[in-house]
Nanobody
Framework: QVLLAESGGGSVQAGGSLRLSCPAS????????MAWFRQAPGKEREGVAA????????NYADSVRGRFTISRDNAKNTLYLQMNSLKPEDTAMYYC??????????????????WGQGTQVTVSS
């Protein structure tokens, strides 16, 4: 079982920044692909950004591209999400996910096997 624990959420005004962290209990083939998802009240969970250690490739949802940056520190077994120019519509619970799915960069939840408990991000106007 891979354990993930998000942190770094909070409340911020529009235009502000936050950095989410997600230390993992292991960085192995089971966590080759890692991603951030978010879910707002009454909405479906959506993929925000993914990074595949096998290729170094990343992918972002159109709604965050250019504002958010995903990265992973293999020495620290930690995934990050740097969020800049935050908007009220970014308000959601943010989840870290890990898996080895071949199509994981497509940001489909079914590609991921392990999930954290989430960290709340609230952006006020």
């Amino acid at each position: 079982q891979v354990l993930l624990a998000e942190s770094g959420g909070g409340s911020v005004q529009a235009g502000g920044s936050l950095r989410l962290s997600c230390p993992a209990s292991e960085f192995t083939s089971r966590t080759a692909c890692m991603a951030w998802f978010r879910q707002a009240p009454g909405k479906e969970r959506e993929g925000v950004a993914a990074i595949d250690a096998r290729s170094g490739a990343t992918n972002y949802a159109d709604s965050v591209r250019g504002r958010f940056t995903i990265s992973r520190d293999n020495a620290k077994n930690t995934l990050y999400l740097q969020m800049n120019s935050l908007k009220p519509e970014d308000t959601a619970m943010y989840y870290c996910a890990a898996g080895s799915g071949f199509w994981c960069l497509r940001l489909g939840p079914s590609e991921y096997d392990y999930w954290g408990q989430g960290t709340q991000v609230t952006v006020s106007s």
